[in-house]
């Protein structure tokens, strides 16, 4: 299997265009994605910048493990970008992908706690999925920064 920096960069891309939580509330849908939070109903895409940063007054607490996913996705994609051209140390990387995704675990319980709530952890599985096929066979060979 092909596991070179430009692979597992598409692969980290790919997992972060994806959302990273459903949440069916009834017949509506918000898709929480690493970027924003995609509502259906009506049609809205809100930038995770305009989420942490203008509504802060509005935040359910466990949303805020989101905003550190978001960080953790971020230095993840840096981290992979680098090792296209450099040197990526893939420990760090998939420290940070399986952060990323672990980070959904909050948000997850939090939605599904709530009547009439169902959230699904699709972006967790994709970006902890990357790290074991894409992140553990290279670190399992020993070549840790590549």
Same mark, same amino acid.
């Given at each position: 299997?092909?596991?070179?920096?430009?692979?597992?960069?598409?692969?980290?891309?790919?997992?972060?265009?994806?959302?990273?939580?459903?949440?069916?509330?009834?017949?509506?849908?918000?898709?929480?994605?690493?970027?924003?939070?995609?509502?259906?109903?009506?049609?809205?895409?809100?930038?995770?910048?305009?989420?942490? +940063?203008? @509504?802060?007054?509005? #935040?359910?607490?466990?949303?805020?493990?989101? =905003? $550190?996913? !978001? %960080? *953790?996705? &971020?230095?993840?994609?840096?981290?992979?970008?680098?090792?296209?051209?450099?040197?990526?140390?893939?420990?760090?990387?998939?420290?940070?992908?399986?952060?990323?995704?672990?980070?959904?675990?909050?948000?997850? +319980?939090? @939605?599904?706690?709530? #009547?009439?709530?169902?959230?699904?952890?699709? =972006? $967790?599985? !994709? %970006? *902890?999925? &990357?790290?074991?096929?894409?992140?553990?066979?290279?670190?399992?060979?020993?070549?840790?920064?590549?």
């Amino acid at each position: 299997m092909d596991h070179s920096p430009r692979r597992r960069l598409v692969a980290v891309v790919v997992a972060g265009l994806i959302p990273w939580t459903a949440v069916l509330v009834g017949t509506e849908l918000t898709l929480v994605f690493s970027f924003g939070l995609f509502n259906t109903n009506p049609p809205e895409l809100l930038p995770v910048y305009d989420y942490f +940063l203008r @509504f802060t007054a509005q #935040l359910p607490q466990f949303i805020e493990s989101w =905003g $550190s996913g !978001v %960080l *953790l996705y &971020v230095f993840a994609l840096t981290s992979a970008a680098v090792g296209v051209r450099w040197r990526e140390d893939v420990r760090l990387t998939a420290l940070a992908l399986a952060g990323a995704g672990l980070s959904q675990i909050p948000v997850i +319980l939090g @939605f599904n706690r709530r #009547l009439n709530y169902v959230a699904v952890p699709v =972006g $967790s599985i !994709v %970006l *902890l999925a &990357v790290v074991w096929w894409y992140y553990l066979p290279v670190i399992r060979r020993g070549s840790a920064t590549r």
